[in-house]
């Protein structure tokens, strides 16, 4: 078997000459190569890092913008309830003055109406006592007799108090 | 040299023969030696030209060369630690790189296969063995002697372990060195005989040729068992080599 021929001297040049030659891929490797390969997969793995991260900020940009929205809708809304709320009391103050003012219209005027009625009823009164007065005068000047004024006047006064009671 | 003179001469491919004319035979430069530059060679020449676009999205080559670089990272970073293996990746890397292209280019036609020489196999088996004894004595002084005498052991049974632990210990390169050896010249010995054989019915009259199919289509199935081979030897080398540089980081 050729290889373990020892006594052949190209044996041993080719060991000297495995280690110069595998020395020499082991230098060129580490000066050379495997930086290159180690800087390119660092290189990405960086940047796959950043992309991560930068999709990370930018999904709590959103999250904050968001939770920011969802305030504002819900402090419009309030306002809105609020607003709505005053309106609603406004209008209803409003309604219940006006509603109380025609109250007290209507009342002074039913109160004004009453005692008009009143007075034309006193009047009207005043004036059926004369009437009476004078027919009573007249039926008993018709019936000859000269009636007297006075007696007249207290016997209509007695009728029409009896009327009344 | 397939049959010369009707005999199987299947151990001629693994002679020695010197290149380059008389500066070769000067230097004792060898088809073998020549063979190692053409694998550095072509290692160095993939590494660089799959880098040279250093492309965030790689192509075929530089994909190629990542992975490998990558597979070689967590094999020792898996046997030796992530941190501490740091510093023994480019060491592993040469060593897989060197022994499965010298291997891959020995199936070849024509192509010598220097990873079926033993002088080869046990000088890079030997390199490993030196690494790891260097890395243990830098790294745990004196104390790496206790590797050869577990604590706790019965103190009785030290004549038997420590013999038996410095002789595991010595064997390593000399199981690693044989293993890849062994391996490279038992597929190669048997292509040769087998192409030897097409060769030799091929010559056996009007039916020859037909009954020369068998071995030829034996050859073509033990080629494809040797690529297997080639990268399961340079991966057993690596796996090995990590192991040891674990035992010698990590004492046990």
Sequence with gaps: MPQLDFGNPLIIAQIVWLLIIFGALYYMLTAYALPRVEGVLEERAARIAADLEAAQAAKSEADAAMAAHREATAKARAEAQSAIAAAMQQAQAEAAKRSEELNARLARQIDEAEARIATARDQAMGALRQVSAETTTSLVAKLGAKADAKAVDAAVDRALAARAA | ?252
């Design chain 2, 1 to 252: 040299m397939a049959a010369e003179g009707k005999t199987i001469d299947a151990l001629g491919q693994f002679e020695l023969k010197t290149v380059l004319g008389p500066i070769g035979e000067a230097v004792g430069f060898t088809q073998s030696s020549a063979h190692m530059l053409l694998a550095v060679g072509i290692i160095i020449g993939t590494i660089m030209i799959g880098m040279s676009r250093r492309a965030v999205v790689p192509g075929r080559l530089q994909s190629l060369t990542e992975s490998l670089y990558e597979f070689i990272a967590d094999l020792v970073g898996n046997q030796v630690g992530q941190h501490e293996g740091r510093r023994f990746v480019p060491f592993v890397f040469a060593l897989f790189t060197f022994i499965l292209v010298g291997n891959l280019l020995g199936l070849l036609p024509y192509a010598f296969t220097f990873t079926s020489h033993i002088a080869v196999t046990f000088t890079l088996a030997f390199i490993v063995f030196v690494l790891i004894t260097v890395v243990a004595f830098a790294l745990h002084g004196k104390k790496f002697f206790g590797y050869f005498f577990p604590e706790g052991a019965p103190i009785w049974l030290a004549p038997i372990i420590i013999p038996v632990e410095v002789i595991s210990y010595l064997s390593r390169p000399v199981s690693l060195a044989i293993r890849l050896f062994a391996n490279m010249t038992a597929g190669h010995v048997l292509l040769k005989v087998f192409a030897t054989f097409v060769v030799l019915l091929g010559g056996l009259g009007a039916v020859g040729p037909f009954i020369a199919i068998l071995p030829l289509a034996t050859n073509v199935a033990i080629v494809g068992f040797e690529i297997l081979v080639a990268l399961l030897q340079a991966y057993v080398f690596a796996i090995l080599t990590s192991i040891y540089l674990h035992d010698a980081v990590h004492l046990h």
